[in-house]
Nanobody
Framework: QVQLVESGGGLVQPGGSLRLSCAAS????????MGWYRQAPGKQRELVAT???????NYADSVRGRFTISKDNAKKEVYLQMNSLKPEDTAAYYC??????????????????WGQGIQVTVSS
């Protein structure tokens, strides 16, 4: 079983910064792609940023240049540095990882996991 725990959310004024963290724990052999998604009220969940096992990153157009995704493989953590925050960034942010875990009958398998979500509110 894999658990993801997010932290770092909260209320910030427009133009401010926040840093989200997501810590993975459990029976994990390795972490493949990791990412952050967000969902605003009444809207579908959308991709914010992803990072591959090799460190390649991808960003939504709406956050490129303002947000930075990074990770610490040893700690099994992924981060999202959010700068120049705007009211439209207000949403629940979810951590997502693809982890290599023990297989059902031995060996290994890749499975996808989600965090519980953390609220980010940008308002004056």
């Amino acid at each position: 079983q894999v658990q993801l725990v997010e932290s770092g959310g909260g209320l910030v004024q427009p133009g401010g910064s926040l840093r989200l963290s997501c810590a993975a724990s459990g029976s994990i052999f390795s972490l493949n792609a990791m990412g952050w998604y967000r969902q605003a009220p009444g809207k579908q969940r959308e991709l914010v940023a992803t990072i591959t096992s090799g460190g390649s990153t991808n960003y939504a157009d709406s956050v490129r240049g303002r947000f930075t995704i990074s990770k610490d493989n040893a700690k099994k953590e992924v981060y999202l540095q959010m700068n120049s925050l705007k009211p439209e960034d207000t949403a629940a942010y979810y951590c997502n990882v693809a982890a290599v875990v023990p297989g059902w009958y031995g060996g290994t398998r890749e499975s996808e996991y989600w965090g519980q979500g953390i609220q980010v509110t940008v308002s004056s």
